[in-house]
């Protein structure tokens, strides 16, 4: 399928375990994100990647890791889950030097950490 | 500290009026505005944007304004409809970084 798809679009695990939450775009875009939603928060940058093996912290990336080993694909990995860590994480790609606006972000993972 | 602020955490108006979304912004180098609207399980899609240089971007049904002076933007949607009401974000990006820098997001109800 064409555009951008996260997996599994549900989780729930208990404090403590690892989890990899999965994103693959297929436009070839050089920058990938991940975003975290809370009621309260909004849409806060976890982590992003300006193109395969680069990646940076965003403003919320502790207890978070991720990895960009092919420009597709951008997982994200809580190394040990919290209970802070439930949330809505939505990851998005862009082609940055052409237009701005085209951050298109994937439908979202709810997370629930018990 | 907050650089994007929606300071309304919810709206409400009637089909066929005018909806009004306000953002402000505190960084000086933001020189790129989105907007971006989102319904409930659904991942967020761009709606509109505007570019520092300009005071007023209209696509449609949506028009979004720029005070520079003020640090304030506002989006307007007339006439407003029920498939309208969803969560929309501000949001704001400056200088050389591509990081995209939200507002918390304001419920927009549009009543039938």
């Known amino acids: 399928d064409a555009g951008i798809t996260q997996s599994p679009r549900y989780k729930i695990t208990e404090t403590g375990r690892q989890v990899t939450l999965m994103c693959h775009q297929t436009?070839?875009?050089?920058?990938m994100f991940w975003y975290r939603q809370d009621l309260g928060h909004g849409l806060r940058l976890i982590y992003y990647?300006?193109?395969?093996?680069?990646?940076d912290k965003g403003e919320v990336s502790d207890g978070y890791v991720v990895s960009r080993s092919k420009t597709e694909n951008f997982p994200l990995t809580l190394e040990s889950a919290t209970r802070s860590q439930t949330s809505v994480y939505f990851c998005?790609?862009?082609?940055?030097?052409?237009?701005?606006?085209?951050?298109?972000f994937g439908p979202g993972t709810r997370l629930l950490v018990l | 500290d907050q650089q994007v602020k929606q300071n309304s955490p919810s709206l409400s108006v009637q089909e066929g009026r005018i909806s009004i979304l306000n953002c402000d912004y505190t960084?000086?180098?933001?020189?790129?505005f989105l907007w971006y609207k989102k319904y409930p399980a659904e991942g967020p899609t761009f709606l509109i944007s505007?570019?520092?240089?300009?005071d007023k971007n209209e696509d449609g049904r949506f028009t979004v304004f720029l005070n520079k002076s003020a640090k304030h933007l506002s989006l307007h949607i007339v006439p407003s409809q029920p498939g309208d009401s969803a969560v929309y974000f501000c949001?704001?990006?400056?200088?050389?970084?591509?990081?995209?820098?939200f507002g918390k997001g304001t419920l927009l109800t549009v009543n039938p």
């Open positions: 998005a790609s862009s082609e940055f030097r052409t237009t701005v606006e085209t951050q298109y």
């Open positions: 436009w070839s875009h050089s920058y």
């Open positions: 990647s300006a193109a395969a093996d680069i990646t």
């Open positions: 960084n000086s180098m933001f020189d790129y």
């Open positions: 505007i570019s520092s240089i300009k």
């Open positions: 949001a704001a990006i400056g200088g050389s970084n591509y990081k995209l820098t």
